[in-house]
């Protein structure tokens, strides 16, 4: 069974107490939305959308990031009105500043060796590593291959929610090239830990 679909929506945003509201874009059924404490970045799955009889997958805008946060546990499926909040994104909790204040045994020297090397990728969150969008497409990625900022590199699934690993460009520049790519198809990776290394 693919893991995502042609059809794809884009929900609606809005801003309230320095946080990023994610609304739905039309009136439907939601579900598998991302689960509270996830880090979530631009172009991120954030769920499925069922407009009458379609189903839509929800990518998060280009423009905002976060951590979800939720109010209260939702249902599986979820019926929703048009620009109705489905979750919030707290932008303050940002990705680089938990990976520069963690230090976990399994990403010791090699990490450190590796980062001088290039540009290290690391999971955002703990969950299972996949590295193509269905089990039988190509990878997103391959050793050796030229990217740009914004482009796909895997998903990380947390409790059947699909969240897209995106190359976020560097401090010196917005392209790059896969020099290593460190878990295989369906691994179970850990917080922090070294997916990609960019040169």
Do not use: C, W
């Not at 809005?14 to 039309?26: G, R, T």
């Not at 546990?73 to 707290?90: A, H, Q």
Request: no cysteine.
């Amino acid at each position: 069974m693919a893991r995502t679909s042609t059809k794809s929506l884009q929900p609606l945003s809005d801003v309230k107490d320095s946080q990023h509201l994610v609304l739905s874009p039309a009136v439907g059924h939601y579900s598998t939305g991302p689960a509270p404490g996830v880090f979530l970045t631009r172009g991120s799955f954030i769920g499925k959308l069922k407009v009458l009889n379609t189903y839509y997958d929800l990518y998060l805008p280009d423009d905002i990031y976060g951590e979800v946060e939720i109010d209260a546990e939702k249902d599986f499926i979820t019926p929703v009105e048009y620009g109705e909040e489905l979750f919030r994104l707290n932008p303050e909790k940002k990705l680089v500043d938990s990976e520069r204040s963690m230090t976990r045994p399994e990403a010791t020297s090699e990490a450190g060796k590796l980062s001088e090397e290039g540009y290290v990728v690391k999971a955002f969150t703990t969950g299972i590593f996949y590295a193509k969008p269905s089990p039988d497409s190509p990878p997103f990625v391959t050793q050796g291959q030229d990217i740009e900022k914004g482009k796909a590199l895997g998903l990380i699934e947390v409790m059947k929610t699909f969240n897209h690993i995106v190359f976020q460009g560097t401090d010196k520049s917005d392209t790059g090239r896969i020099k290593k790519i460190f878990v295989n198809d369906a691994q179970e990776v850990k917080l922090g830990q070294p997916l990609f290394l960019i040169e």
